[in-house]
C-alpha cells in the first residue's frame, strides 16, 4: 500500500487508523460542548495519547476518591492517560480546538464509563464504525 498523508483539516473528526493494536483519529471540540462523565480503558488495557494541534484543551483526571487534576495543553503539547486513570477532554477556550489522539491497544470493549456520581457503568465497544472523510477507516473490515 503507498503511504498516505492525513491532514485534520480534510475531516477534522477522522478516524486515520482503527485495528486492535491502535485507533488513530483526529477531534475537533467545540467551546460549547457539555462535559461528559469519566471513562477509561481499563478492560482493553489502553493507554491513550493526545497531542493538540488548535486551541486549547483541558484535560481532567479523577482519582476515584473526589480529587479531580485539571491541565489546559495548548497547540503542540501532549498529554496521555494510563489505562485505570479516570479522564474527560473538552475544549479550554473561546474558540474551537483540535487535537490527535491515539488508544493502544484498541481492543474491545474499549471505554468504562463513569456516572456523575463516580459509579461505574458497563463497558461499551467505542467508536464501532470509524471512517476517514467519509470512507471505512485504514484497517477496518470493509465487509464489515
Known sequence: MPARTF?????????????PEVRARFIRTEP????????T?????????WVVL??????????GHGHVDEVVATAGQAV?????????VS???DEPAVYYLTVTPHRSP???HYDADGN?????????????????????????
Open 7 to 19: 491532514d485534520w483539516r480534510d475531516d477534522p473528526m477522522g478516524t486515520v487508523l482503527a485495528v
Open 32 to 39: 460549547v460542548r457539555a462535559m461528559g462523565n469519566f471513562h
Open 54 to 63: 488548535e486551541g486549547a484543551v483541558r484535560f481532567e483526571f479523577d482519582d
Open 120 to 144: 461505574r457503568m458497563p463497558t461499551v465497544p467505542g467508536v464501532t464504525h470509524p471512517t476517514w472523510r467519509g470512507e471505512l477507516a485504514s484497517g477496518v473490515p470493509r465487509d464489515g
Open 80 to 88: 496521555y492517560a494510563t489505562p485505570h486513570e479516570r479522564h474527560r
Open 41 to 49: 480503558h481499563e478492560e482493553s488495557g489502553g493507554w491513550e495519547a
Open 91 to 93: 475544549c479550554a477556550g
Open 110 to 112: 474499549t471505554h468504562t
